[in-house]
T-cell receptor, first 111, second 113 residues
Framework: KQEVTQIPAALSVPEGENLVLNCSFTDSAIYNLQWFRQDPGKGLTSLLLIQSSQREQTSGRLNASLDKSSGRSTLYIAASQPGDSATYLCAATNTGNQFYFGTGTSLTVIP | DAGVIQSPRHEVTEMGQEVTLRCKPISGHDYLFWYRQTMMRGLELLIYFNNNVPIDDSGMPEDRFSAKMPNASFSTLKIQPSEPRDSAVYFC???????????FGDGTRLSIL
């Protein structure tokens, strides 16, 4: 069974800092990997989706990379802002169409 | 675009009662997913549908749980009888195709007393 791990569980940074969130998965036979943001009391908002054939995706200040061979994905946030404070989750979709979420990284950006 | 709509937003009921959660996916989306989120277990996929047909229900915890999608614009997740350990936030999500991002509703916070 696919295991998805996110480290650290919580992260606090000052505003303006660049940061990296990590996601590891045990089964490299993935179909895609997706990064989400979850605000308190809300559902998940999709940020970036990387297909297995891709190495990275970018959207604004966000950049997500995928290294299937090492079972890792990273989410890079440039010039962090207080509005970026949220929980970030990654999810791997196996080729068998099964979805596995990490437990998330809670990010706090301090003004 | 109204987004994925879930109802109710909150549900508090006593153990043994039947609970029905509802979801309206984004119009035109052909995939619908039901998730459960708890502090202990994180986010778990319960079941998903493609074109109203259940594809994988291996995440449904017990026979007490059932899900239906009678048409492309409506799905239900039912728990009967409910138990305190079913307390969680239940999310519905939809997507246009398997490879496209999933769009989530705001969830139903379920408390079983």
């Amino acid at each position: 069974k696919q295991e998805v791990t996110q480290i650290p569980a919580a992260l606090s940074v000052p505003e303006g800092e660049n940061l990296v969130l990590n996601c590891s998965f045990t089964d490299s036979a993935i179909y895609n990997l997706q990064w989400f943001r979850q605000d308190p009391g809300k559902g998940l908002t999709s940020l970036l989706l990387i297909q297995s054939s891709q190495r990275e995706q970018t959207s604004g200040r966000l950049n997500a990379s995928l290294d299937k061979s090492s079972g890792r994905s990273t989410l890079y946030i440039a010039a962090s802002q207080p509005g970026d404070s949220a929980t970030y989750l990654c999810a791997a979709t196996n080729t068998g169409n099964q979805f596995y979420f990490g437990t998330g990284t809670s990010l706090t950006v301090i003004p | 675009d109204a987004g994925v709509i879930q109802s109710p937003r909150h549900e508090v009921t006593e153990m043994g009662q039947e609970v029905t959660l509802r979801c309206k996916p984004i119009s035109g989306h052909d995939y619908l997913f039901w998730y459960r989120q708890t502090m202990m277990r994180g986010l778990e996929l319960l079941i998903y549908f493609n074109n109203n047909v259940p594809i994988d229900d291996s995440g449904m915890p017990e026979d007490r749980f059932s899900a239906k999608m009678p048409n492309a614009s409506f799905s239900t997740l039912k728990i009967q009888p409910s138990e305190p350990r079913d307390s969680a936030v239940y999310f519905c999500a939809s997507s246009l195709g398997r490879v496209q991002p999933q769009h989530f509703g705001d969830g139903t916070r379920l408390s079983i007393l």
